[in-house]
């Protein structure tokens, strides 16, 4: 079973649509969690960290449940520059590194006009 | 201030060649990550050095090796290239310790491709 899994993509959604990314993973141990986003052959950028109380950043909103290790994010309102690969990142705590990030397998969105 | 830099941006290496990619921390960050990135595929964990030691090693063979340097630049070396290592190599910078915030910037990667 992979560390972090993420919902099997291409998501095609029109413009103004509302779309919902899952994720879930395996560490329970795991405290930090992030969304990042890649734009094709560009290195990834953090979106947003992702708290247990939810948090919200303008057409974005991001969820943790610890219990159901569960991730999401929400897009409201989709406008054609969201159209990019999302991946849900987990932190590592284990192993002696910092800051070593595992990735999930990403969900392309497509923003069609 | 400049941020995570890394080079060369592309490079195309034949099958059993040798590579070298390198990596310039953001000012202030103590710590380099490496890792690869598949195409289709989420980056993977390569290794990680702090204070001129590799601290943690991902699910990669032998043929990784790298180096930090006393300015914590950092060094990715493969050898006895596999058309499998063509991917994007990313450098990812942060910082070690407490009281430390752990904002992780990633350079814009090298593209490897092996034929």
């Known amino acids: 079973r992979k560390e972090v899994e993420q919902d099997p993509g291409p998501f095609n959604v029109p413009e103004g649509a509302t779309v919902a990314f899952n994720c879930t993973y395996s560490?329970?141990?795991?405290?930090?969690f992030f969304w990042y986003r890649q734009d094709c052959r560009k290195e990834p950028k953090l979106l947003m960290s992702?708290?247990?109380s939810g948090n919200e950043d303008g057409r974005f909103t991001a969820q943790l449940n610890r219990a159901s290790q569960y991730i999401s994010l929400l897009i409201r309102d989709s406008k054609l520059s969201d159209s990019a690969t999302y991946l849900c990142?987990?932190?590592?705590?284990?192993?002696?590194?910092?800051?070593?990030?595992?990735f999930g397998t990403g969900t392309l969105l497509a923003v069609q006009p | 201030d400049a941020g995570v830099t890394q080079s060369p941006t592309h490079l195309i290496k034949t099958r059993g060649q040798q590579v070298t990619l390198r990596c310039s921390p953001k000012s202030g960050h103590d710590t380099v990550s490496w890792y690869q990135q598949a195409l289709g595929q989420g980056p993977q964990f390569i290794f990680q050095y702090y204070e001129e030691e590799e601290r943690q090693r991902g699910n990669f063979p032998d043929r990784f090796s790298g180096h930090q340097f006393p300015n914590y630049s950092s060094e990715l070396n493969v050898n006895a290239l596999l058309l499998g290592d063509s991917a994007l190599y990313l450098c990812a910078s942060s910082v070690t310790g407490t009281g430390k915030r752990n904002t992780i910037y990633f350079g814009e990667g090298s593209w490897l491709t092996v034929v």
């Open positions: 990142v987990v932190n590592a705590v284990y192993g002696g590194a910092t800051n070593k990030l595992i």
């Open positions: 992702v708290y247990s």
């Open positions: 560490n329970s141990a795991s405290q930090s």
